[in-house]
């Protein structure tokens, strides 16, 4: 009996050992990927294995235990965000599912998280999605306008100091004020947003 406790305390002792081993290379192997892969992303969210390392521990022990499953589902969010190309009037189905994905994404990283800083920065992403809602749909302009406002507040309650957001939000209530005094009096809005939404340099709007 204490030969066979003693073995299995070996093997026990062995797989600890090994499991440690194999966390020190994946926490490595994140490190690494997780660099590397922003400076891939800057030049293009084109590549399908952004912040994808192979993970050899059990259950995503690795990933877990450095606290940062959060920031990998903000990124693939936002690669979601620019493979959707909002800012391009583009109707074709390949494009549209990537935009309804990227909301997906962008709606539960604002959700969740204690990261206030990028739930902000999520929910004036999803602003940004429903002002080129706005000015692809005429018809639903005003609707797709209010949601964008709602989710600049959402974001500036957020994170106070997103300036990004600030100018979206000061952009789409123009843009609704505008459309509203353009009609006569208990008539709906019918035109859509004009202008360069959300296309400023860094700090003045996405």
Do not use: H
Request: a positive charge.
């Amino acid at each position: 009996m204490t030969r066979i406790v003693r073995a299995l305390g070996a093997v026990g002792c062995l797989a600890a050992a090994a499991l440690l081993l194999l966390f020190a290379l994946e926490a490595r192997d994140w490190g690494k990927r997780m660099a590397t892969d922003d400076l891939r992303f800057d030049a293009s969210p084109l590549p399908t294995k952004l912040w994808q390392p192979v993970e050899v521990t059990p259950f995503g022990l690795t990933r877990g235990v450095l606290g940062i499953g959060d920031d990998v589902q903000y990124r693939r969010a936002v690669r979601l965000f620019r493979l959707g190309r909002p800012l391009e009037n583009l109707t074709a189905r390949s494009i549209e599912s990537l935009r309804a994905q990227a909301q997906v994404a962008l709606a539960d990283v604002e959700q969740g998280g204690s990261d206030r800083a990028r739930r902000s920065q999520a929910a004036n992403l999803l602003g940004v999605l429903d002002l080129s809602l706005a000015v692809r749909d005429s018809t639903l302009a005003t609707t797709f306008l209010a949601d964008a406002i709602g989710s600049f507040r959402q974001a500036m309650v957020l994170d106070e100091s997103n300036a990004d957001a600030r100018f979206n939000l000061e952009y789409a209530l123009y843009e609704l004020k505008s459309g509203e005094d353009q009609l006569p009096r208990g008539t709906e809005r019918p035109g859509q947003p004009g202008g360069r939404a959300a296309v400023a340099k860094p700090g003045r709007g996405y």
